[in-house]
């Protein structure tokens, strides 16, 4: 069946660092495009950035823009997330999906404070 495993979530101080791998199987993952979306407590849930299946076209939300970098590895039907110089705003549980699917991951909390 179709699986989306997030990993790599935690906790991590103000300016520093994570990445995020989401873990794909069940669908033909090379032919989506790739999203992560993350929510915040009692916020609705945000577009952070998408990439195409060849990685030729990227997207951020400005929030992250110049901090975030997605990628994918299509060998390994795997998509990630580095988040770099992080914020205490950037605290929310990411999630990953296929584009205009249904498929989604469990989510992984990302909590950034001293």
């Known amino acids: 069946q179709v699986q989306l495993v997030e990993s790599g979530g935690g906790l991590a101080q103000p300016g520093g660092s994570l990445r995020l791998s989401c873990a794909a199987s069940g669908f033909a993952f090379t032919s989506y495009i790739m999203r992560w979306y993350r929510q915040a407590p009692g916020k609705e849930r945000e577009l952070v950035a998408s990439i195409t299946t060849t990685g030729s076209s990227i997207n951020y939300a400005d929030s992250v823009r110049g901090r975030f970098t997605i990628s994918r590895d299509n060998a390994k039907s795997t998509m990630f997330l580095q988040m770099n110089s992080l914020k205490p705003e950037d605290t929310a549980v990411y999630y990953c999906?296929?584009?205009?699917?249904?498929?989604w991951g469990q989510g992984t909390q990302v909590t950034v404070s001293s």
């Open positions: 999906n296929a584009a205009y699917t249904a498929y």
